[in-house]
T-cell receptor, first 115, second 113 residues
Framework: DGGITQSPKYLFRKEGQNVTLSCEQN?????MYWYRQDPGQGLRLIYY???????QKGDIAEGYSVSREKKESFPLTVTSAQKNPTAFYLC??????????????FGDGTRLSIL | QQQVKQSPQSLIVQKGGISIINCAYE??????FPWYQQFPGKGPALLIA?????SEKKEGRFTISFNKSAKQFSLHIMDSQPGDSATYFC????????????FGKGTKLSVKP
């Protein structure tokens, strides 16, 4: 089955700890995205990548880092600098690269909480 | 910062009724305007999308209306069912960033049996 897999489904972070959220897609999509969802806030863009080995900051990148070493993978690290990390994190992908108007498709999210 | 304003924040509709959710956007790239449906604990799923060269698109019970001059678009759910109870998000293309979207803050729809 083609799709976007996010893991783990639930994650707990201790103070001062970095944690990494996994996002894998087998849709052969060029572009990938990370969003943060808080109640009543909609989806806010953290980072995005249009092609392998390239990524850009979104609206709320502070305290987060990403890598895009493979087309199918776009992991997100929530660093200790992110003081309010509790949220639902969503990964998305889109076909066609930089000049495409294809829709974004989402994984089922990772819920991150502070211990 | 570019915004998409979505209303209402929550909506209660009786089974069989019409649910209407509205969105207004600012200057944007004219690309396509999608609506997403999200159930609790799940990621948003693409419901229906419209390109700005048409004023209306219908898929089953779901219709998008688009008013380019007013910079507004809306989702109509006809014959609403309890299974439609979910949170709905509109989105608009982000200006200057091909393929990126700006999302509304969502509308929580409850359809009462």
């Amino acid at each position: 089955d083609g799709g976007i897999t996010q893991s783990p489904k639930y994650l707990f972070r201790k103070e001062g700890q970095n944690v990494t959220l996994s996002c894998e897609q087998n849709l052969n999509h060029d572009a990938m995205y990370w969003y943060r969802q808080d109640p009543g806030q909609g989806l806010r863009l953290i980072y995005y990548s249009q092609i392998v080995n390239d990524f850009q900051k979104g609206d709320i990148a502070e305290g987060y880092s990403v890598s895009r070493e493979k087309k199918e993978s776009f992991p997100l690290t929530v660093t200790s600098a992110q003081k309010n990390p509790t949220a639902f994190y969503l990964c998305a992908s889109r076909a066609g690269g930089r000049y495409s108007n294809q829709p974004q498709h989402f994984g089922d999210g990772t819920r991150l909480s502070i211990l | 910062q570019q915004q998409v304003k979505q209303s209402p924040q929550s909506l209660i509709v009786q089974k069989g009724g019409i649910s209407i959710i509205n969105c207004a956007y600012e200057n944007t790239a004219f690309d396509y305007f999608p609506w997403y449906q999200q159930f609790p604990g799940k990621g948003p799923a693409l419901l229906i999308a419209i390109r700005p060269d048409v004023s209306e698109k219908k898929e089953g019970r779901f219709t998008i209306s688009f008013n380019k001059s007013a910079k507004q678009f809306s989702l109509h759910i006809m014959d609403s069912q309890p299974g439609d109870s979910a949170t709905y998000f509109c989105a608009a293309p982000r200006e200057g960033s091909q393929g990126n979207l700006i999302f509304g803050k969502g509308t929580k729809l409850s359809v009462k049996p």
